[in-house]
């Protein structure tokens, strides 16, 4: 057992009951339970009220510091840096959750002369350049934050291969101070059914945003012997539910599902599909592989080096009628699928397991910890 303390600084605007209600807090918390009895401390920083603390029964051994009175954001930061306190003494080290709102940990980090990790499941420059354009004010906004995190931390941590080239290309940064670790996924939970589900039923899981190109998905199954579940909110479930009555598609609209029940919508579906436009490295279809589904996935380039075509998935363009070739391909070899979703379970154990995940967070806390 190490003595360190860890840190977490959520990510601007979130909170234990953010995560909550949109069915994240026991796939965000997982890490930190099993790394717990490993060290000295966990404390959570988030930017929630004081209805956060309701969340201590389910956190046992993990401190939260919130913004009980409500503060405006520059006096709550204010606050964290002067009130004397346990975890901001000792052996400690801080974590980033995302970019947004790792400048508070990095600047405190600072103050107190300890280690900082910039940790970020995606990078929010190349998500504000697919939004916004490349050349917007806001990409350039979101470039210098992201360089000015990386460069002021001890490690950076990024979740793919492909982050880690941009991170080393475009940031400058020298390779050995990066540090690529996945998003983990509970290979226990998430685990192939025991019976075989609907041969014609799919599933996508996540925000109904224009991101993830579900409309395009919905265009792309039109007349086809298939039904949808889509499990997710946002502002597209209207205009979603909408086409698929226009095109007469089977569609089953979920909301936010809580993370326990979604093994149980995997295990009823025989695909998994993501036509994504951007993705960092998305949960939910390392989830799906997990289950041994074989999962279709749009071709981007974050995806590079986590689905390989036709082994642990299949990659397609993202317009309606690539979708809709790809679909009936897949649909339409069993052998094909069976051999994707075994590849699929197998790259999820030995690469994204929670228990793997938790010793290369434990290896990176002791190199931290030894300085």
Same mark, same amino acid.
């Given at each position: 057992?190490m003595?360190?303390?860890?840190?977490l600084?959520?990510? @601007?605007?979130?909170?234990?009951?953010?995560?909550e209600?949109g069915?994240l807090?026991?796939r965000?918390?997982a890490?930190y339970?099993?790394?717990?009895?490993?060290?000295?401390?966990?404390t959570?920083?988030?930017h929630?009220?004081? !209805?956060d603390?309701?969340?201590?029964p389910?956190?046992?051994g993990i401190d939260i510091v919130?913004?009980?009175w409500? +503060?405006?954001?520059d %006096?709550?930061?204010?606050?964290?840096?002067?009130?004397?306190a346990?975890w901001k003494?000792?052996n400690? $080290?801080f974590?980033?959750?995302q970019v947004?709102?790792a400048? %508070?940990g990095?600047?405190l980090a600072? @103050?107190?002369g300890c280690?900082?990790i910039?940790?970020?499941g995606?990078l929010?420059?190349d998500?504000?350049?697919w939004? =916004?354009?490349a050349?917007?004010?806001?990409a !350039? @906004?979101? =470039?210098a934050?992201?360089k000015?995190i990386?460069?002021?931390?001890?490690?950076?941590v990024v979740?793919?291969?492909a982050?880690? #080239?941009?991170?080393v290309e475009?940031?400058?940064?020298?390779?050995e101070?990066?540090r690529v670790?996945?998003?983990?996924v509970d290979?226990?939970?998430f685990?192939p059914a025991?019976s075989?589900?609907p041969p014609?039923?799919?599933i996508?899981?996540? #925000?109904?945003?224009?991101q993830k190109?579900?409309?395009?998905?919905v265009e792309?199954?039109?007349?086809l =012997?298939?039904?949808? %579940?889509?499990?997710?909110e946002g502002?597209?479930r209207e205009p979603i539910? @909408?086409?698929? =009555?226009? +095109?007469r598609?089977p569609l !089953?609209?979920?909301?936010?599902v809580?993370h326990?029940?979604?093994?149980?919508?995997?295990?009823?579906?025989?695909?998994?599909?993501?036509?994504?436009? %951007?993705e960092?490295?998305?949960?939910?279809?390392?989830e799906?592989?997990?289950?041994?589904l074989?999962?279709?996935?749009?071709?981007i380039?974050?995806?590079?080096?986590v $689905?390989t075509?036709r082994?642990?998935g299949f990659?397609?363009?993202?317009?309606?009628q690539?979708i809709?070739?790809?679909?009936l391909?897949?649909?339409?070899d069993?052998? +094909?699928?069976?051999?994707m979703?075994g !590849?699929?379970r197998q790259?999820?154990v *030995?690469q994204?397991?929670l228990?793997r995940?938790?010793?290369?967070?434990?290896?990176?806390l002791? *190199?931290l910890a030894?300085?």
């Open positions: 057992m003595e360190t303390r860890l840190v600084f959520f990510t @601007q605007g979130m909170s234990l009951r953010k995560w209600q069915g807090f026991e965000e918390v890490l339970r099993q790394l717990r009895p490993h060290l000295g401390g966990i959570f920083v988030t929630g009220d004081r !209805r603390l309701e969340f201590a389910r956190l046992p919130c913004n009980r409500n +503060l405006p954001p %006096w709550y930061r204010r606050y964290l840096s002067w009130i004397p346990h003494s000792g400690v $080290v974590k980033s959750n947004r709102g400048d %508070w990095l600047s600072r @103050q107190i280690p900082f910039a940790r970020c995606y929010l420059s998500h504000v350049k939004r =916004d354009g050349d917007s004010f806001a !350039r @906004q979101a =470039d934050l992201e000015a990386f460069v002021g931390a001890d490690r950076v979740t793919t291969g982050m880690q #080239r941009i991170a475009g940031h400058g940064l020298a390779a101070k990066i670790i996945p998003n983990y290979t226990e939970r685990a025991d075989p589900a014609n039923r799919l996508s899981v996540g #925000r109904l945003e224009p190109n579900l409309l395009a998905l792309a199954l039109a007349g =012997d298939v039904e949808l %579940w889509l499990a997710g502002s597209l539910r @909408q086409l698929a =009555d226009s +095109l598609v !089953r609209l979920f909301g936010v809580p326990a029940r979604l093994p149980e919508l995997l295990h009823q579906c025989a695909l998994m599909i993501l036509p994504s436009l %951007w960092g490295h998305p949960k939910t279809l390392l799906a592989m997990a289950c041994g074989p999962v279709i996935a749009g071709r380039p974050a995806l590079h080096g $689905v075509h082994e642990n990659l397609c363009g993202t317009t309606p690539e809709r070739a790809a679909v391909e897949v649909l339409g069993a052998g +094909l699928r069976e051999h979703g !590849r699929a790259h999820a *030995e994204l397991s228990a995940i938790v010793e290369r967070e434990l290896a990176l002791r *190199e030894g300085r």
